[in-house]
């Protein structure tokens, strides 16, 4: 599991930066976007002429400058080589970030080659200049927690992805990201239909069967097409395919994964964990019953990666959990796809102390009173009743009395 400690920032407008000379990088500013006072859009345009005098003055802060490459149209994003570079004439770090989005140019390189907006191959030259000059391609922003990887998924631009992991450490094509559940670039690809992105992940060796903290892989987050309007029909072509490409890139395996403790080693418990249990009387392999709900197996009993404290890994008997025993990349126990869940070590107990609870409380049944009984069956009682009645008719009519004769 990769959960990231991402630095604050210090000394009110700096943060150190990630690259390899650590130097500081500085957090610019917020300000708006530079417009001139007669112009007919709403929007920064840098091929009109009054736009683009203002982008070549000098006095056109860098705050001012990410103003613009924060506008999110073809315009301005099919130009971010010639904005940038304008940033960059004046002295912005490679790794500076904008002050409203915590990005830096890299990661808007990233976004700004995004299919109908902006322009893959201009994007892909300023990336290698960009990388060339030292931009780090492991920096995140603070808001999303999103590195450039993350963000060429999540706006399906497979070349940028190469690029970026070009860049980058071995590995780093299963990094996580925070805002994703701690899914990879492969299930933000995934979630947002980003087709050629996925295609992209999965040729560089990105894991298809790498877990979130929800437990899911990136086939499970694609949107269910069945969910989707008639009008997105496209959209749920896309997903359909999309799912039958992550899940036929599944590893197989060989055999079947083992469902009981006795198909795997015990794992090895700490100090604290072992006392804990030997209070509880419970020990691993124990029945044991989840905030008295949840009934299964005790399979794991210790820290973790994703919280604090001493938690239990629990194999259900039904497939009402939320993993197989993994949260994250980190596998703690192996069992069935969703009939593993984890919990606080205080929420679990035996089934039995449930029994004899439930027994106590109604090992004496109240016998209700005999009138109820009684009315319970007003049929049977007015049958019998009405034969008695008719015997005695029948009897009376075969045998007059003396009175009568």
Known sequence: MTKEDVPEPIEGDTVLGWASSHQRSVIHQVASAPMPSDCEFSFFDPSEPQCKEVLLDLSTTIPELFAVIRQWVPQVQKNIDLIGNEILKRGCGVNDRDGLTDMSLLHYCCKAGAPGIGDAETSVGFARQLLALGADPNLRSRWTNMRALHYAAYFDVPQLIR????????????????????????????????ISAVTCLLELGANPAFRNVKGQCPADVVPDPFDMPLEMADAAAVAKELQALLRQALPRSSSPLPLTLQAQALPVLSDKARIQLAAMGIRLGDRVVIAGQKVGSLRFCGSTE??????AGVELDKPEGKNAGSVAGVQYFTCGLKHG???????ISKPLQRLKTS???TSTPVRP????????????????????????ILMLLNHPSPSVM
């Open 359 to 361: 027994t106590r409380k």
């Open 341 to 347: 869940i984890f919990a606080p070590l205080s929420k």
């Open 369 to 392: 009173p005999r009138q109820t009984d009684a009315g319970a069956y007003p049929f049977r009682i007015t049958v019998r009743n009405s034969v008695h009645v008719l015997c005695g």
């Open 306 to 311: 994703f919280s604090g404290g001493l938690w």
């Open 163 to 194: 690029i970026v992991l070009q860049a980058s450490q071995p590995g780093e094509v299963d990094a996580t990201c925070s805002d994703f559940d701690f899914g990879t670039a492969l299930h933000i690809a995934a979630s947002n239909l980003c």
